[in-house]
Structure formats: structure tokens, C-alpha cells
């Protein structure tokens, strides 16, 4: 049995939150849960309170809601608006989960923190990465490329080693839990719905191909993301938006080969190490959205801008501006950034 250390585990009351909960308390941890109210929503408070309760361990709620609003949904808001596609777990991550977790503990003197995440930690002296989960088909290292530093420091893992199929079948006796799955601020609504809430100014506009030529009509250009081809009313066949003109409202369609690119621009950038990054000649890139993964390897260089160029060997489909850029050397995650814009 390890030597009982306080831990302060960010919890939901779904079956990742609650394995982690037990496995930290399997190996001799204090473990204390702290449910972040970031909605309001009282079934999920209650779901996290009950399960506090079948668990005996104390349990605390943090009332994020203005934060998360302010940084999270107005976020999500201002990309499309912006006729970009933000993904709002990758900023969710470091400035409001983690972050809060690592002010709570520390106002309140616990040894560490951790989260029900599938990722691991790699430290290299007083530098820590974060490091793909043993279970391919769960990692999240993805979302987690932006935590800093000072949480990584206090972190514990206790999913980074766990698969899935084994979680279920240990730790989720009795269907009490379920997946803590999608936007959570959606709420059961498409995001289409609260983009029609939100942005009351959208107006339907032209489908037009790279010419110009008018070939459809749109009911919104926020509704759209590159790559897109289903629900195109277009004269034209197999095509997929490949660019969004907000100025003008149009939505752009053209062919697949319009949309690759060698050349990414990157802003908003975190790289825990930034010469590891820049002198590595493995790095590979990781875009997750409607498109496809580059196969091949990148080199990056800062522009003196504050922004990074990213040349890839093997060309990008369909990346979207707002979509986080990864980057990664074998399993460890060296950064990352927000896709700013492309180029062939």
C-alpha cells in the first residue's frame, strides 16, 4: 500500500471519474472530489453527489460558471462567428478543469491533483510532457497539450495505464455510472440550435465555387466547417466546402484536392520545451476534426510573430482554422497551438 497522500480528483460522477476514484484510493491515497459546476445543471450535480455518497469520500462542488461562460461558451460562440471551428474541450482543459483544480488544492494543502483522463506524464528534469494512455482507443492526450506546467507537476495518472474493457468490468459494477460524453454545454442540442440562439444575426447567403459562379444557397455560414459535404444544396456533385467567406457570407465548395495543405499556421501555441520541438526531426502532427491526419513528419519554426510555421511532408485534408495542432514525437505530446491558417 503506497503512503496515504491527499489527492484532490476533479469528478463527474461518470465511470472515468469514478474508476479513478477508486484506484487512487486502491493505492493508498486520501482522496478527496471536487465536482465542477460549470452549467448548472442539478441532474449531473446530483449524479456526482450520489455517487460521492456510494463511494464514502468526501465531496465538494466549485461553482465555475462565470468563468467557464466567459472563457469556454463565448469562445465557442466568437469561432464561429469567426467562421472558424473551435473544439472547446481543448481550452476547457487547461483554463478551467485543471486550473481549477490546482487553485483549489492549493489554497487548501493537497499533495496532488488528478483528473479521470486517459493520459500519462513523461518528466524529463524539471520538464513535464504529456504522454499518450496505454489504451489507444481512449487516449486524450489530444485535449491536454495546453495543461501547464504547475498542474502537470502535481498530477497524478491513474487512468494512463488502465484500458477501457478492464474499467467497466472492475470499477463500474451495478450500470450506477455512465460516459461523461460530448459538449457539455450543448445540453442535448445540436450545435446548430445554439449557434441559431447565440448568433441571431445569421443570414442565409450564396454557395459559390472558386470563380464565383453562385451554386447554391446557405442558411447560415456558421453552420458549415471546411471539408463539409453532407447538406450542400449545391448544381454541383461531389463537392465540400473548402473555404468560408464571412465578409461576404458565402461559403466556398470546390474539389478535394482543394483542400490540401503542406503549410500550417499555428497561434496560441504551449510547448513545454520549445528547442525539444524545434530540433526534433520526428515530430508528427495531429489535426482531429473532418478531416485527415498528415502521415508523414513536420518541421516548425516560430515566426517572431508569436505564431508557428509548420511545413508538413505529407499534406494535411481539410484542416479547419480553430482546430487544436498537436504535435507529437512518438507517444509524448510536445505542444501544440490553434490553427490560425493554411496554405498549399
Not at 486502491?26 to 446530483?46: A, N, S
Not at 486517459?118 to 520538464?127: K, S, V
Not at 489504451?135 to 494512463?160: E, I
Request: net charge neutral; hydrophobic share 35%.
Amino acid at each position: 500500500m503506497a503512503k496515504s497522500k491527499s489527492v484532490l480528483l476533479g469528478f463527474s460522477g461518470g465511470i472515468d471519474s469514478t474508476a479513478a476514484a477508486a484506484i487512487l484510493r486502491e493505492e493508498g491515497y486520501d482522496v478527496h472530489l471536487d465536482t465542477l459546476d460549470t452549467t448548472g445543471d442539478p441532474e449531473l450535480l446530483q449524479r456526482a453527489r450520489e455517487t460521492a455518497r456510494k463511494l464514502g469520500l468526501p465531496w465538494h462542488c466549485s461553482d465555475v460558471r462565470e468563468r467557464f461562460r466567459s472563457e469556454i461558451i463565448d469562445y465557442f460562440i466568437d469561432g464561429y462567428r469567426r467562421g472558424e471551428t473551435p473544439a472547446p474541450c481543448t481550452r476547457c482543459n487547461p483554463l478551467i478543469k485543471w486550473e481549477s483544480l490546482f487553485r483549489t488544492a492549493t489554497a487548501c494543502g493537497y499533495d496532488h491533483i488528478a483528473t479521470g483522463h486517459y493520459f500519462r506524464i513523461h518528466r524529463e528534469g524539471n520538464t513535464r510532457f504529456v504522454r499518450m494512455a496505454a489504451d489507444p482507443a481512449k487516449d486524450q492526450s489530444y485535449y491536454l497539450w495546453g495543461v501547464p506546467q504547475a498542474c502537470l507537476s502535481m498530477a497524478l495518472t491513474p487512468m494512463g495505464d488502465r484500458f477501457k474493457s478492464e474499467v467497466k468490468t472492475r470499477y463500474c459494477n451495478g450500470g450506477l455510472q455512465r460516459e461523461s460524453m460530448g459538449v457539455c454545454f450543448l445540453e442535448g442540442r445540436s450545435y446548430r440550435q445554439l449557434l441559431s440562439e447565440k448568433l441571431p444575426q445569421l443570414e442565409p447567403g450564396e454557395i459559390v465555387d472558386r470563380e464565383g459562379h453562385v451554386v447554391g444557397c446557405h442558411g447560415g455560414y456558421a453552420y458549415y466547417t471546411i471539408g463539409q459535404k453532407r447538406g450542400l444544396e449545391t448544381s454541383l456533385p461531389n463537392v465540400a466546402v473548402v473555404a468560408i467567406d464571412v465578409r461576404r457570407n458565402r461559403v466556398i465548395v470546390g474539389n478535394d484536392s482543394e483542400l490540401l495543405h503542406r503549410t500550417l499556421i499555428v497561434r496560441e501555441s504551449h510547448l513545454p520545451d520549445p528547442h525539444r520541438l524545434f530540433d526534433s526531426p520526428d515530430i508528427r502532427v495531429k489535426i482531429r476534426g473532418i478531416g485527415r491526419n498528415p502521415e508523414g513528419f513536420a518541421s516548425i519554426r516560430p515566426d517572431g510573430h508569436e505564431r508557428l510555421h509548420v511545413e508538413l511532408t505529407d499534406a494535411a485534408w481539410a484542416p479547419a482554422k480553430g482546430q487544436p495542432v498537436v504535435f507529437y514525437q512518438n507517444e509524448l505530446v510536445l505542444g501544440g497551438g490553434i490553427l490560425e491558417d493554411y496554405r498549399p
